[in-house]
């Protein structure tokens, strides 16, 4: 399978009630080229509008915590974990995460990342179970680099914050800087 193929399952996907609150689904976007990839949580009111991931307010701190890195919006590709829209934005449910992942295991084997990077607490749970990780909280965890063989390839797993955090705590938006300056001195390794 391709993404293309995917996107078209995604576009008609009725598995769970969020279909009926969708404009668009977030598929994602971006460059599977270096084989950077970041998985977030739910789209929001203008990912919704869009079907573009992290293109309002946390779109705008990624940016600034990718350029930490110094990394692109061209050199990642991005998707979350939920790919409709939860009605005002509120936390996905666990029916609404265990039926929309597959779509995300999909796209994992697809790209297969060489560097992989969580946005938040639900694409690192995700990641945690499926790499057999013992389940962290993310202040614990946040920034750590840790270095996954599976059965086709060797990558870097780094849970990050989400970057919606950093509008609401100045401590956090500390951490998140520190942590992807951190990355961008690990990353070129990774990425050969
Ligand atoms: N927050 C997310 O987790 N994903 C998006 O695409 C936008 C905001
Ligand atoms: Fe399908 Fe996922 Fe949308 Fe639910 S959130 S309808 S599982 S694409």
């Known amino acids: 399978m391709e993404l293309d193929d995917l996107k078209s399952m995604v576009l008609k996907c009725r598995k769970c009630p ?44 990624l940016n600034e915590l990718l350029s930490k890195a110094g ?22 449910t666990e029916e ?4 929309c992942k597959p779509y995300l295991d999909i796209q994992f084997a697809i790209i297969k990342p060489k560097v992989l990077i969580t946005l938040g607490r639900y694409s690192m749970e995700h990641f945690q179970k499926k ?15 840790y270095k996954i063989r599976t059965l086709h390839s060797n990558l870097l797993f780094v849970p990050m914050y989400h970057p919606a955090a950093s509008l609401y705590s100045k401590l956090i938006k500390e951490r998140s800087m520190n942590d992807w300056e951190e990355l961008g001195k690990a990353i070129g390794k990774y990425l050969k």
Do not use: Q, W
């Open 18 to 61: 969020l279909y009926k609150f969708r404009t668009n689904p977030v598929v994602g976007s971006g460059s599977t080229k270096k084989g950077i990839m970041l998985v977030g949580e739910a789209p929001g009111k203008k990912e919704d509008e869009t079907g573009l991931p992290f293109v309002g307010k946390a779109g705008k701190v």
């Open 71 to 92: 990394l692109k919006r061209d050199d990642v590709y991005i998707t979350n974990i939920v790919k409709c829209r939860p009605p005002n934005n509120r936390d996905p």
């Open 96 to 99: 609404e995460i265990n039926a």
């Open 131 to 145: 790499f057999g990780l013992p389940r962290e909280s993310i202040s614990r965890c946040h920034g750590m680099h």
